[in-house]
């Protein structure tokens, strides 16, 4: 399979699971200030899942630059990572329809952690069929040590969620700052376009 098949075909997925996310928010009948805290909850889910969805597209984009082969292997990582991002709508409505529900914090907490898990997975997949080099070693510890801090994070939320909601969201929200800029991820993108 090429590689621009296989990233047609996530982008794809990509794209139904953040229209499938959208549909879930419901409008506000009977619009005014004092019902428009009723959608917040709802619209803060959203907005995070959004968010979470955006940065692995993106830093699928970018470690998809680094391939030049698509074997088996690196399609079955890339369904894995994609079956996982795709939970990402249940668990966000879950967590909006029921914010100060642990076990939906706990839930959404889990998925963060699988999709981390799976990312990491085709990431090593991907960056197993690339030529070493020093400076690409110094990358792949780098993007490993933001890895675990995110599956730490994500592992925590789990926990946590059952003493403290807002202490697991801030544990399942952190990472994304660590991931929000892909060129800091995948540096050597950055070089070899200039």
């Not at 981390?116 to 690339?130: A, D, F, K, P, Q």
């Not at 059952?162 to 991820?185: E, G, N, T």
């Amino acid at each position: 399979m090429s590689k621009s098949r296989l990233e047609a075909f996530s982008d794809g997925v990509i794209a139904i699971i953040i229209t499938i996310m959208v549909l879930a928010l419901q409008p506000v009948h009977n619009m005014n200030l004092m019902n428009l805290h009723l959608v917040l909850p709802t619209f803060g889910s959203y907005l995070v899942s959004f968010l979470f969805v955006a940065i692995y597209w993106v830093n699928h984009h970018h470690l998809f630059q680094m391939v030049r082969v698509v074997d088996t292997r690196i399609l079955w990582y890339n369904m894995n990572l994609l079956f996982w991002l795709s939970l990402f709508p249940w668990v966000t409505a879950s967590v909006g329809e029921n914010l100060g529900n642990p076990l939906g914090i706990s839930l959404y907490a889990c998925v963060t952690l699988v999709c981390g898990i799976s990312s990491n997975l085709l990431r090593r997949e991907v960056e197993r069929h690339i030529p070493q080099d020093h400076d690409h070693h110094l990358h792949h510890l780098r993007r490993n040590r933001r890895s675990v801090i995110a599956l730490s994070c994500y592992f925590g939320g789990i926990v946590i969620a059952w003493v403290s909601i807002p202490a697991a969201i801030l544990l399942v929200i952190f990472p994304m700052m660590m991931y929000l800029f892909a060129d800091k991820i995948f540096p050597e993108q950055k070089m070899k376009s200039t």
